[in-house]
């Protein structure tokens, strides 16, 4: 039993920042992976944002140089900053972990809202 909880969305201008934060908690052995995905209203769920407890990150091309994934000390919290944010940004975001406990499961959390609008 893992939950991922996420919290952050809500309501931004266009121009504007949201961080974006997903904890996770229950029977954690360990997280190899955390990332960010969203998907808006007839469209399918695309990645955002991902680190890999190697080291690596991965973007979406739409959001590069404008959104930073961060997992403070490869812990169980992970952070979305996005900055810049467009309408085209607005959609449900849901957090993503894959998890040890200790065998490997995919876990995602309820969603977000994020909806940038003047």
């Known amino acids: 039993q893992v939950q991922l909880v996420e919290s952050g969305g809500g309501l931004v201008q266009p121009g504007g920042s949201l961080r974006l934060s997903c904890a996770a908690s229950g029977r954690i052995f360990s997280i190899y992976n955390m990332g960010w995905y969203r998907q808006a209203p007839g469209k399918q769920r695309e990645l955002v944002a991902r680190?890999?407890?190697?080291?690596?990150?991965d973007y979406a091309d739409s959001v590069k140089g404008r959104f930073t994934i961060s997992r403070p000390n490869y812990g169980n919290t992970v952070y979305l900053q996005m900055n810049s944010l467009e309408a085209e940004d607005t959609a449900v975001y849901y957090c993503n972990a894959q998890v040890a406990t200790p065998s490997s499961e995919n876990y995602w959390g309820q969603g977000t809202q994020v909806t940038v609008s003047s």
């Open positions: 680190i890999i407890s190697g080291g690596g990150t």
